[in-house]
């Protein structure tokens, strides 16, 4: 395998299909892509061959895929597909034989992809500029100082230089239109639901202080797993470290999956399944991907949230037409019953306190809400602090702060206080940022930021961690798609 550190892109293909892939493979590297193939150095099927076959995926770029009706019946192209979706590689399908129906793996078949049946030069000329394009993005963005937060300034102005709308703007300058350069995850391109709240403009907002102080060089670095909802083919989960390695999708339905959260070993998962008319709460064991249905209520149950004894879940109800309210069903699933509700008021998106004795949620009509505390056992709510305006998700830490959003429409940020609602503190400024979760240590918070908050780019949503203070910003996904809703775990 060549050794320079020039980046290349791996191509995979069909045996069936060697005479064009030969042809392909030329005329792309006379256009000056650089492209791995595994013939040239290796014997095919020997143990060597494999090995520099997955050490060529995680070292590339990303993957050129040639689909034809051999390709998608070849067990060695899916494999190589699912692979560079393991190590988080941009997929570029490029359709040589066949038609949609027999040439295009059902995890591609809803992306874009080169066409080179009946134009074969200009169909290369613009896969050779969009993957050209592709390595000038990825340059740019790594000559970037990562942004570090609050009270530190920027290097990269995350609003204008987001990977998605580079890689939009490189596809209409090349293809006329959008050439999706996908994700290595099997990435869609729909546009995901909403998350975008309406509460009060800025000037309605309660005066705050900032995070200004840097991190201490010898505070520990982010452990654990962050489960999320990722826009692949519709919405479904995916896990990954805490570090930003290890990514894997878990979940593959025709169904919305989302609200997940782990439970405290981390080895299951809880999480909602939208049927349309309804939803129910799932488990899922986060190494096989083997789930089992918890709920049967035949109404809109969401938001659960697994007690730190395993024994509970906390999750929020409603009937149609009926306001929020909040539940707890045993951890396999049985004795669904009421925990709490209060007429007129939506009461949901319910938290544990670190030690379980302890309830925090939203209150409130719609995107305006206040947050809560009450007993596990007394069931007599108060309110944290009466000036916040939150849409509802929240967090309780082990080092008994409480993290929100709020803000107006994308201009949300992550603000803490503590459990008497002093200290309010704003963490970040100008991400729309939100949906946040602490790390099981408290020193860490996971969150969701825009990296084109200026274009309202509802796809740009990526999962971000912070320390607890607003320091040292780390952007851990970056796809063509939406990933939100992250919950930290073990």
């Not at 000559?143 to 703007?169: N, Y």
């Not at 705050?208 to 670095?221: C, F, I, K, L, R």
Request: aromatic share 8%.
């Amino acid at each position: 395998m060549d050794s320079s550190p020039t980046p290349y892109f791996f191509l995979s293909y069909s045996r069936e299909d060697t005479v064009k892939q030969r042809r392909i493979l030329r005329e792309l590297r006379e256009r000056g892509v650089n492209v791995w193939v595994d013939i040239e150095n290796l014997t095919p099927g020997t143990p060597t061959w494999e090995r520099e076959v997955e050490r060529a995926i995680r070292e590339s770029m990303g993957i050129i895929v040639l689909l034809s009706p051999e390709a998608n019946n070849s067990e060695w192209v899916r494999r190589e597909i699912s692979f560079g979706e393991q190590h988080r590689k941009r997929i570029f399908p490029v359709l040589i034989e066949g038609d949609e129906h027999t040439s295009t793996p059902l995890r591609l078949a809803s992306h874009q992809r080169v066409d080179l049946r009946t134009k074969f030069e200009a169909g290369l000329d613009e896969l050779a500029a969009a993957l050209k394009d592709y390595v000038g993005v990825k340059k740019e963005i790594a000559a970037q100082t990562p942004f570090v937060g609050r009270g530190t300034k920027p290097a990269m102005d995350l609003k204008k230089l987001g990977v998605p709308a580079l890689i939009a703007v490189a596809g209409l300058a090349v293809l006329g239109g959008i050439i999706a350069v996908v994700n290595g995850s099997g990435n869609g391109t729909e546009t995901p639901p909403p998350i975008v709240a309406t509460t009060p403009s800025d000037t309605d907002l309660p005066t705050v202080e900032t995070a200004t102080e840097p991190a201490a060089a010898t505070q520990t670095e982010p452990t654990g797993k962050i489960i999320f909802s990722c826009e692949i083919q519709g919405t479904e989960i995916c896990i990954i470290n805490a570090d930003g390695t290890g990514w894997r999708r878990l979940t593959n339905t025709p169904f919305a999956n989302s609200h997940a959260t782990l439970a405290p070993d981390g080895r299951t998962a809880v999480f909602v399944v939208n049927y349309g008319d309804y939803s129910e709460i799932h488990e899922l064991d986060t190494q096989t991907g083997e789930t089992s249905q918890l709920t049967d209520l035949g109404k809109w149950s969401s938001a659960p949230e697994i007690a730190p004894d395993n024994k509970t879940i906390l999750f929020q109800y409603a009937a149609p037409g009926e306001t929020l309210r909040l539940w707890l069903m045993d951890r396999d699933g049985r004795n669904p019953r009421e925990y709490f509700s209060e007429p007129g008021r939506d009461a949901h998106d319910g938290n544990w306190s670190p030690d379980g004795t302890q309830i925090l949620f939203a209150m409130g009509k719609g995107e305006s809400n206040k947050l809560y505390i009450m007993d596990f056992d007394e069931r007599a709510p108060q309110v944290v602090n009466d000036s916040i305006d939150t849409r509802g998700r929240s967090d309780w830490s082990a080092k008994d702060l409480i993290a929100f959003d709020q803000g107006g429409p994308f201009q949300h940020e992550v603000y803490t206080m503590n459990l008497d609602g002093s200290g309010l503190t704003q963490l970040t400024s100008g991400m729309n940022a939100q949906g946040v979760s602490f790390s099981p240590d408290g020193e860490w918070i996971a969150f969701t930021a825009y990296t084109n908050v200026a274009g309202r780019d509802q796809s740009s949503c990526e999962i971000y961690v912070m320390r607890a203070d607003g320091t040292d910003v780390r952007r851990l996904t970056n796809n063509s798609y939406c990933d939100y809703q992250p919950r930290w775990g073990n």
